[in-house]
């Protein structure tokens, strides 16, 4: 079992920054590929960016490419989405998932996902 805790969201004005941060507890997230995904109210939930359990191998969604980074430091156990160049469509709640996994591979899919966080808002204001 693994738990996830989002944090690092919150209100910035466009163009800003934000580093959100998933910390997990219960088992090592070394043996876990992770993802951000975000959600809209009444939308449904929509991949933001993926990254392999070594961090060797990270994709993103286009909407995103170029402006947020996904890292992870697996000795504290926490992934990471820094955040830049915000945009008011950006605004949503931010959620990270794990899905036990050692391979190269990043996965994009909800249902591909195992354990899943709380959420944070993010808020981007113009």
């Known amino acids: 079992q693994v738990q996830l805790v989002e944090s690092g969201g919150g209100l910035v004005q466009a163009g800003g920054s934000l580093r959100l941060s998933c910390a997990a507890s219960g088992r090592t997230v070394s043996r876990y590929a992770m993802g951000w995904f975000r959600q809209v109210l009444g939308k449904e939930r929509e991949f933001v960016a993926a990254?392999?359990?070594?961090?060797?191998?990270?994709d993103y969604a286009d909407s995103v490419k170029g402006r947020f980074t996904i890292s992870r430091d697996n000795a504290k156990n926490t992934v990471y989405l820094q955040m830049n160049s915000l945009r008011p469509e950006d605004t949503a709640v931010y959620y990270c998932?794990?899905?036990?996994?050692?391979?190269?591979?990043?996965?994009?899919?909800?249902?591909?996902?195992?354990?899943w966080g709380q959420g944070t808002q993010v808020t981007v204001s113009s």
């Open positions: 998932a794990a899905k036990a996994s050692t391979s190269y591979e990043v996965y994009y899919l909800v249902a591909a996902y195992e354990y």
């Open positions: 990254i392999n359990w070594s961090g060797g191998s990270k």
